[in-house]
Nanobody
Framework: QVQLVESGGGLVQPGESLRLSCAASINIFNTDTTGWYRQAPGKQREFVAAVSTGRTIEYADSVTGRFTISRDTAKNTVYLQMSSLTPEDTAVYYC????????????WGQGTQVTVSS
């Protein structure tokens, strides 16, 4: 059974930083898209950031310049470095691995809570 295990969430004050990690129980291929999504209370899950084929990186407008996504395929781990956090960043953050080769698969982690509050 494939597992994506997130860690690193917690309670921080506005302006502080956090780094989330997502450890995959399978090898991450260069052709995989790995990303982060988040869901705030009462809202739909939304895209945050992703690394896709050829290391193309995309960010949601709301986090551009503050968040950095990276992945270490040797460790099968994806990271999300978050800085200048605001209360609007409060959400459950989910790791995603989307695979198109050799077969199409879509894997999700269980989520990690990030709370930004003074």
């Amino acid at each position: 059974q494939v597992q994506l295990v997130e860690s690193g969430g917690g309670l921080v004050q506005p302006g502080e930083s956090l780094r989330l990690s997502c450890a995959a129980s399978i090898n991450i291929f260069n052709t995989d898209t790995t990303g982060w999504y988040r869901q705030a209370p009462g809202k739909q899950r939304e895209f945050v950031a992703a690394v896709s084929t050829g290391r193309t990186i995309e960010y949601a407008d709301s986090v551009t310049g503050r968040f950095t996504i990276s992945r270490d395929t040797a460790k099968n781990t994806v990271y999300l470095q978050m800085s200048s956090l605001t209360p609007e960043d409060t959400a459950v953050y989910y790791c995603n691995l989307f695979r198109t080769w050799p077969t199409r698969r879509d894997y999700w982690g269980q989520g990690t809570q990030v709370t930004v509050s003074s």
